[in-house]
């Protein structure tokens, strides 16, 4: 059967600072999704979970994408967070929800969506990535090795309903005035791909599909909230969405690129760089409001219902990485405010330096010759 997973996320408010959603505020999230969702047949299926102070809602339903039903039940399940998270007291209550009133998409409103419709395989594997801290950039780095690099993916050289290789849909997300997206194919337009990825924060993988079958393989969550906003409201903890094993990778050769801990922008107040720790599901944020973490549920769907979810990253071996991600963060974060330890200029999500800087350029000085 043809079903849609839609992932709608946001942060509207948290207990101890930017660190968790109380019980509380995550149950109402549960409640109405559950009340107003799947008891009235809207959807089939649905999971919540929280990264650091944002909370997910993954649901199964076959309304296709972009459906205005369902992004207003994600919407009003945010709404109703919100006035139980003013009732707690808790910090940046209603933060994500840049709008008084739902406009038919929760898209440019404030909340993050990925959504993907695809024809159910008899089995049908899935990952949902939920990040904290970080920008939807974040991905590039694994999902270009996953999906265009043999030297990380022998799968790619050596599962032939691989060989054909991928297209990738690459989003600007400086362009605010509409989506401006480019489509490469890879092992060909490598090097192009190459060429944009190397900036996660202007260019972002949006999707990737097989060019064996034409199916759909994830869909990430591209927008940019300080794009939407014309100013900072909190980093954007992407949500994504990747279809593994047969014609895609494997799950592991989806997870393993995680291992590298790669430095991405985010962090305390969104402004520095730190290594990505891969995290257990619903782990608090911490050291420096951070670090910038990802989460990983494995889960299967058939007929629309989800399997219960697989902690992916709650196995030994990425206490290893948890451990070298702690390391390099650590060695970057003892270089304080200096050179690459902050983001770039434009990244900087507090207005403070820029104010410093407009201050003093009135009192510099040209010197004569
Ligand atoms: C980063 C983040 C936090 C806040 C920081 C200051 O995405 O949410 O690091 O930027 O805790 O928060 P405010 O400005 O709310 O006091
Ligand atoms: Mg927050
Ligand atoms: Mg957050």
């Known amino acids: 059967m043809k079903v849609t997973l839609s992932a709608i996320k946001a942060d509207v408010g948290s207990v101890g600072g930017h660190n968790k959603p109380s019980l509380k505020l995550t149950q109402s999230i549960i409640d109405h999704v559950e009340n107003e969702g799947k008891k009235k047949k809207l959807i089939i299926d649905y999971k919540v979970f929280t990264a650091g102070d944002d909370n997910f809602i993954i649901m199964s339903h076959t ?3 972009n459906n205005t039903d369902i992004h207003r039940l994600a919407w009003d ?3 109703q967070g919100t006035a139980i998270a003013k009732e707690q007291g808790l910090y940046g209550a209603g933060q994500d929800l840049l709008k008084d009133a739902f406009s038919g998409n929760v898209r440019g409103m404030g909340p993050g969506s990925a959504e993907m419709e695809f024809e159910e395989r008899p089995s049908e594997p899935f990952i949902v990535f939920m990040c904290d801290k970080t920008d939807p950039g974040v991905f590039n780095y694994p999902f270009y090795r996953g999906f265009a690099d043999p030297f990380h993916n022998a799968g790619l050289i050596l599962a032939p309903d691989m060989q054909a290789g991928f297209e990738y849909t690459v989003m600007d997300v400086n362009y605010t005035e509409a989506d401006k997206v480019i489509t490469l194919k890879v092992p060909e ?4 791909l190459a060429a944009l990825l190397r900036d996660p924060e202007h260019y972002v993988i949006e999707s990737v599909h097989s060019r064996a079958s034409g199916d759909q393989a994830l869909v990430n969550s591209t927008s940019r909230l300080h794009n ?7 980093k954007d903890d992407p949500v994504a969405i990747v279809r593994t094993q047969k014609e895609f990778p494997s799950t592991g050769e989806i997870l393993s690129p995680f291992a590298t801990a790669h430095f991405v922008v985010g962090d305390n107040r969104g402004s520095h760089n730190i290594a990505l720790m ?14 910038a973490m990802v989460t ?4 299967c769907i058939h007929n629309g219902v989800m399997t219960e979810a697989v902690d992916l990253f709650d196995q030994p071996f990425w206490d290893y990485v948890r451990n ?3 390391e390099k963060s650590y060695s970057l974060r003892e270089q304080g405010f200096f050179g690459n330890a902050m983001a770039p200029m434009e990244e900087l999500e ?9 201050g003093l350029d009135k009192k510099f000085v040209i010197r004569k010759k």
């Open 77 to 79: 399940a945010f709404v």
């Open 189 to 192: 337009e490598q090097y192009q």
């Open 63 to 65: 309304k296709g994408v």
């Open 228 to 234: 939407i906003a014309g100013k900072y409201t909190g």
């Open 296 to 299: 990983a549920a494995g889960i």
């Open 350 to 358: 507090y207005t403070g330096v820029m104010k410093i800087l407009a």
């Open 324 to 326: 070298k991600a702690a």
């Open 278 to 291: 891969p995290c257990k599901l619903g782990s608090i944020i911490s050291f420096f409001d951070g670090p």
